[in-house]
């Protein structure tokens, strides 16, 4: 689904949590004309409340209170680790919200069990969520209902591309793909930087080069109709330069190697379930 414009008037949103990815999410929705009067921010960090309430003008208080009764939706942007305690401290001021979780690998049932609701919809976004540039992976427990999705829905849009999974072990494979793919590209480009600024060009310079191939490379891919393999051919003319450097690549094994590295992050996300989630 693409982004679009709806009316979110009726909503008050409540971060639990305000570090990277809630940023990334209430800037996409400031940035879509969502009023800062319609969100808070719970953060116990005094340095990122401090930064929070200068960049978006927003509410944000230290721990949870009642002030979060006012919430339709809660959203959980704290860490796996911490999921648990901060469901302590808020669930009794959150009873009548709907519930939406970033944290990856925390299964809605645990989530379910820790806040009393069974109202509960997961969600694994990325950080281009930022620059409404974000692809996020929904996943409904069957009690939030059909106005429930449409207010998750809401949100999301405003940070980017969204779609519903009907298997909620997908998100695992979701947040190896998309929710820490950003990071993936950012080492890619690191090195696509350092390797051109060993060959004699200014960072500036494999800076701009890198990051506009990224972008441009993205930007076909989404517009061709052929598949990735299609377009790599095109790139890569007989015994010529791509050649020689796809050829080194697979005889170190990068691809298998980068495949292997996702199947970890996939492992990672399942055993924090089991780790974090635990009753
Ligand atoms: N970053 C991403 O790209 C990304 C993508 C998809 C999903 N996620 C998920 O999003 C969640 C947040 O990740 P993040 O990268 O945004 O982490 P983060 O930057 O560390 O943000 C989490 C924030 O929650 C605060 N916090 C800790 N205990 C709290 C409590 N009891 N009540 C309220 N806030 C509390 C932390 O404060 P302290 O620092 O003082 O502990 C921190 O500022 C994680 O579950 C992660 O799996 C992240």
């Known amino acids: 689904m693409t982004p679009q414009t709806t009316d979110s008037s009726n909503q008050h949103i409540a971060f639990i949590g305000g570090g990277n990815m809630a940023?990334?999410?209430?800037?996409?929705?400031?940035?879509?004309?969502l009023p800062a009067s319609q969100i808070q921010v719970v953060e116990p960090f005094a340095e990122q409340r401090a930064r929070l309430a200068q960049q978006f003008q927003i509410e944000v208080s230290e721990t949870a209170g009642a002030s979060l009764a006012r919430?339709?939706?809660?959203?959980?942007?704290?860490?796996?680790?911490?999921?648990?305690?901060?469901?302590?401290?808020?669930?009794a001021h959150t009873q009548a919200a709907l519930h939406l979780s970033v944290a990856a690998g925390i299964r809605s049932s645990t989530i379910a069990g820790w806040l009393g609701t069974e109202r509960v919809v997961r969600a694994m976004p990325n950080t281009p969520a930022l620059i409404g540039q974000g692809m996020t992976a929904l996943f409904a427990r069957p009690a939030a209902s059909a106005a429930d999705r449409l207010a998750v829905e809401r949100v999301v849009q405003t940070t980017g591309q969204y779609l519903?999974?009907?298997?909620?072990?997908?998100?695992?494979?979701?947040?190896?793909l998309s929710g820490s793919g950003p990071a993936y590209v950012f080492y890619f480009i690191e090195a696509m930087i350092e390797a051109g600024t060993d060959m004699g060009l200014s960072r500036e310079q494999a800076q701009q080069l890198a990051v506009g191939t990224f972008a441009g490379a993205s930007a076909l891919a989404h517009e061709a109709t052929e598949p990735p393999e299609v377009l790599r051919a095109r790139v890569t003319s007989k015994g010529g330069t791509t050649?020689?450097?796809?050829?080194?690549m697979e005889q170190d094994g990068i691809k298998e190697k980068f495949m292997q590295a996702m199947h970890a992050a996939r492992q990672r996300a399942s055993e924090m379930g089991d780790e974090f989630g635990a009753a």
Do not use: C, H, M, N
Request: no cysteine.
């Open 23 to 33: 940023s990334a999410i209430i800037g996409g929705l400031l940035k879509r004309g």
């Open 71 to 91: 919430a339709t939706l809660a959203v959980w942007a704290v860490k796996p680790q911490t999921f648990r305690q901060a469901a302590e401290q808020s669930r």
């Open 164 to 176: 519903w999974l009907d298997e909620e072990a997908q998100l695992d494979a979701v947040t190896a």
């Open 243 to 248: 050649y020689a450097a796809l050829t080194s």
